[in-house]
């Protein structure tokens, strides 16, 4: 495997930040992965280990390496009548997994069409979209221990899952490498319309009878519709994650803002992040080249040559005013290196 040196990172991140690497390397097989962390060329540390760049922020240059995880194949690791189970390795991309999978007839992955990044990061945070989370098809994934180096084997139940969160950003961050996922899918699939606007998106394609290929197709209209392009801004989807407050909270807040958007969960409610943003005065707002986008204000972007410190700089602001406003502390979702 290639190790170059003093490597723009910009096009390895869907923030287009123009941060660069001391030392950079891409692995195409998970032997190379294994190689390069045992083997005489060992990677000079800090190790940052990079999927599809759809979820971090560089703030400055990384000192150290940069491993670049792009090992393809998807494989059936076991099936029977009703079911399949779907192995692919870390760096297939999340979608082309999704695409594959919904050619085949089988169901689970389809309301998480379209995001962004590789399939071995969607353990990371526990990636979810439209009703279903990764928590929710996860069989178990293949890791590589940093520290023993030796495999590991994590179940469904052991990455600690939780929304937008697992062990991997908590306990264990930067410890283990993903090198493969297996989902367990259903070839008579059951279909998740329930969450926002799919059913209404179904009406106005027509669509009586919906399977997963009319679910996939839903999705990624609306996601079109509701989400910047990152090849048109830079952004790396919701910067932040909608805050889950106690309900005694809650009720004061909607007291004082009779509109606030919550939805209930099992362990208090959440609060739309995008609303209270907006109700700040954000949505549009740029700074330089850093804004809030006029569509969905949890999404900040870069209009073209902000800096990682410019982003960072404003996402503060927004958490400033959100708990000045309201006493709620938004939590950052992409990871800030
Ligand atoms: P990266 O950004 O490369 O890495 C993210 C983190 O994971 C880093 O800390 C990195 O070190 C670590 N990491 C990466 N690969 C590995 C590995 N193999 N082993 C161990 N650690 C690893 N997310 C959602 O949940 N739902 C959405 O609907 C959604 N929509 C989005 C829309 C847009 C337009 C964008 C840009 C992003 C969106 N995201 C969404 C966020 C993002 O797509 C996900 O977090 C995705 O899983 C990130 O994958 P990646 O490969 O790009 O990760
Ligand atoms: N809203 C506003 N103003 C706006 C936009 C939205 O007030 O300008 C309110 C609306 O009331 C809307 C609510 O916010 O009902 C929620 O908005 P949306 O349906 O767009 O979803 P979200 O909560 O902003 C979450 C995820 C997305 C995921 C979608 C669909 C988080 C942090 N974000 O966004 O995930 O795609 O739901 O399931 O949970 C990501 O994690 O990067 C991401 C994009």
Not at 46 to 75: A, E, H, M
Not at 80 to 94: C, F, M, P, Y
Not at 139 to 151: A, F, G, M, P, Y
Request: proline share 5%; glycine share 8%.
């Amino acid at each position: 495997m290639q190790i170059r040196e003093n490597i723009s990172l910009k096009p390895y991140n869907t923030f287009g930040i123009d941060a660069k690497a001391r030392w950079f390397a891409e692995a195409q097989t998970t032997e190379e992965i294994i190689a390069f962390l045992t083997g005489p060329d060992e990677p000079r540390h800090p190790l940052l280990i990079l999927g599809g760049g759809s979820n971090v922020l560089f703030t400055k240059d990384f000192p150290g390496t940069v491993l670049k995880i792009s090992t393809k194949g998807i494989t059936v690791a076991d099936e029977n009548e009703d079911e399949v189970l779907v192995r692919a390795n870390a760096g297939e991309q999340w979608d082309d997994l999704v695409r594959f999978c919904v050619e085949k007839g089988w169901g689970g992955l389809e309301n998480m069409s379209l995001i962004p990044g590789n399939a071995g990061t969607s353990p990371v945070q526990n990636i979810g979209a439209y009703g279903v989370e990764i928590k929710d098809r996860l069989v178990e994934l293949t890791s590589w221990d940093l520290q023993t180096n030796v495999k590991k084997i994590f179940t469904n139940e052991e990455c600690r899952f939780g929304y937008r969160d697992s062990i991997f950003k908590t306990i264990y961050k930067g410890r283990y490498v993903i090198l493969d996922v297996t989902f367990r899918l259903k070839k008579n699939p059951v279909l998740c319309l329930d969450y926002g606007n799919i059913k209404d998106e179904l009406v106005a394609m027509n669509i009586e009878k919906p399977d997963i290929a009319a679910v996939r197709e839903a999705v990624c209209t609306i996601r079109r519709r509701k989400l910047p392009d990152p090849l048109v801004a830079g952004n790396a989807g919701s910067f932040f994650k909608n805050p889950v407050i106690p309900e005694s909270q809650f009720l004061e807040l909607k007291e004082k803002f009779l509109a606030i958007v919550s939805f209930p969960q099992n362990d208090g409610i959440k609060l739309a992040a995008a609303w209270l943003i907006e109700s700040c005065g954000w949505k549009g707002k740029r700074e330089g080249d850093a804004g809030v986008h006029p569509n969905q204000p949890l999404v900040l972007v870069n209009y073209g040559n902000a800096t990682g410190q410019e982003i960072l700089q404003l996402s503060q602001e927004v958490k400033d005013s959100v708990y000045q406003k309201f006493g709620v502390l938004l939590e950052t979702e992409v990871n800030v290196i």
